[in-house]
C-alpha cells in the first residue's frame, strides 16, 4: 500500500505555490508602516463586493465577528430567539448568544442544510431572525427561506462562512440575506494567513452601522457614537487576500473537478452525496459522503495514510455548552444521524490527480469487499 501521507489540508504546500509573489507584498505592508484600515482594505472590500455582487462590503477579523456585528447591526438583542441549525461549525450558535440572544434549532434537509419547513415550525412570537448556514460551499434554499422571512417579517442573516462563489438560482451566496457572512480563516477556501472575515450587504446604512461597530463605535479619531467591538481586518491580511482572490476562480474549479473525479469512481448503492441542482454553483469548502460504517471506514483509511475529517461529529444541540437551551438527543434526528454517516474527504485544489483516484479507490475497496459488514 501507498505509504505516502495523503492530507486533508495542506498549507505548507499552498505557501511554497505562493511564495513568490505573496513575499513582495508582504514586505510591501510592513515597509510602508501602515497596518490597519486604509486604501489596501478599502481596495478588497471593492473587490469582494464585486464578486459577491452586492452593493457593499465590510472587512473584518474574522467570520465570526461577522456574525455578531450582523446581528448586534440589525438591533437583535436579549430575548430574541433567531432560527439557525444544529449542525454548523459553532460560531453560527456562539454568536447569537454572543449578542444575548436564544438560538433555536431547526433541523435539516439529506444535503444537511437547514429545512425550510422546520424553521416555519420554528417560528414563535419572539423569532426575530433566520440564519441559514451554506454548509460544504452549498447555498440554502434561499428562494424557500427568503419567502418566509418575507410573510413572518424576519430579518435573514446568511452564514455564508463555507460558501464563497456560490450561486443558487443564478444568485450569489451572501446576497440574498440582510447581511453574507463570510470567514477567510485559514481552511476555507478563500484563505488569509491567519483570522479574517468579511460582511457584504446592499443597505448603506447597515454598511455604515457595521463599519462602525467594529471599529470601536468611533464615528471619527475622538467621538464614540455606541460602545461596540474591535473587529477589524488588518492590512496584512487584506493584502494577501487581494493576491489570492486572483486565483478564487481557479481553486473552485479544481474543487469543482476533484469533485467530479471522486463522482465518478464511487459506487452510488454505497455512498451518497447532495446531487447537483439547476442554476445552482457548489463550490466544495468541504466535499462530504454520508456512508454506514463510517468510523470503520475512516480507521480504514487512517490506515492507508489516507487523512479525513468530520463536519461535525458533535451536533451543537448536544454540546455541553448548549445545556442551559434544554435540547436532547432524539430533537433532530435528520442532523444527528448525519453526524454518524458524513465523512469529509480531502478535496483541495493541491491534491494531484490520482491522488483523489487513490482515496476513491480506497473507499470503493473497503465498502465493497463487504467490510461495512
Ligand atoms: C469557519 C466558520 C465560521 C467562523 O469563521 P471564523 O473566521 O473562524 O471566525 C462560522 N460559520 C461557519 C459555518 C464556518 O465554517
Redesign the pocket.
Known amino acids: 500500500m501507498d505509504k505516502h501521507i495523503l492530507k486533508y489540508v495542506d498549507l505548507a504546500k499552498q505557501w511554497e505555490n505562493e511564495k513568490e509573489f505573496l513575499l513582495p507584498v508582504i514586505e510591501e505592508v510592513l515597509a510602508s508602516g501602515s497596518y490597519i484600515g486604509g486604501e489596501k482594505v478599502f481596495d478588497f472590500e471593492t473587490r469582494i463586493a464585486e464578486i459577491c455582487k452586492t452593493k457593499f462590503a465590510v472587512a473584518l477579523n474574522?467570520?465570526?465577528?461577522?456574525?455578531v456585528c450582523s446581528l448586534h447591526a440589525l438591533g437583535i438583542k436579549r430575548g430574541d430567539e433567531v432560527i439557525t441549525p444544529p449542525n454548523?461549525?459553532v460560531?453560527?450558535t456562539s454568536?447569537i448568544v454572543h449578542i444575548g440572544a436564544t438560538p433555536v434549532f431547526a433541523d435539516v434537509l439529506e444535503d444537511q442544510n437547514i429545512d425550510p419547513n422546520r424553521i416555519i415550525e420554528a417560528i414563535t412570537p419572539k423569532t426575530k431572525a433566520i440564519m441559514p448556514?451554506?454548509?460544504t460551499g452549498r447555498v440554502c434554499e434561499m428562494n424557500k427561506i427568503l419567502d418566509i422571512a418575507k410573510e413572518y417579517n424576519l430579518i435573514v442573516i446568511e452564514?455564508a462562512?463555507?460558501s464563497i462563489g456560490s450561486v443558487f438560482n443564478g444568485e450569489m451566496s451572501g446576497s440574498f440575506g440582510h447581511t453574507g457572512?463570510f470567514?477567510?480563516?485559514p481552511?476555507?477556501n478563500l484563505n488569509a494567513c491567519g483570522?479574517?472575515?468579511f460582511i457584504v450587504t446592499n443597505s448603506e446604512s447597515l454598511c455604515d452601522r457595521i463599519k462602525k461597530l467594529r471599529n470601536h463605535g468611533l464615528v471619527n479619531r475622538n467621538i464614540v457614537e455606541e460602545f461596540a467591538h474591535v473587529s477589524r481586518m488588518d492590512v496584512l491580511q487584506a493584502s494577501i487576500l487581494m493576491e489570492r482572490l486572483k486565483k478564487l476562480d481557479e481553486v473552485i474549479s479544481v474543487r469543482q473537478e476533484n469533485a467530479g473525479i471522486y463522482d465518478s469512481i464511487f459506487d452510488k448503492d454505497f455512498v451518497s452525496r447532495p446531487q447537483p441542482r439547476e442554476n445552482c454553483v457548489d463550490t466544495f469548502?468541504t466535499y462530504v459522503i454520508q456512508v454506514d460504517n463510517r468510523d470503520r471506514l475512516r480507521d480504514y483509511l487512517k490506515k492507508a495514510g489516507i487523512e479525513t475529517a468530520i463536519h461535525y461529529p458533535i451536533p451543537i444541540h448536544l454540546q455541553p455548552a448548549a445545556k442551559f437551551l434544554g435540547y436532547k438527543r432524539g430533537d433532530f434526528p435528520v442532523c444527528e444521524r448525519q453526524s454518524e454517516r458524513i465523512l469529509s474527504l480531502p478535496i483541495h485544489q493541491n491534491l494531484q490527480t490520482n491522488e483523489i483516484e487513490r482515496v476513491a479507490n480506497a473507499i470503493n475497496t473497503f465498502l465493497q469487499d463487504g467490510s461495512r459488514d
Open positions: 474574522s467570520g465570526t465577528d461577522a456574525l454548523s461549525f460560531a453560527s454568536s448556514v451554506h454548509l452564514d462562512a463555507q457572512c470567514s477567510t480563516h481552511l476555507k483570522d479574517g472575515g469548502h
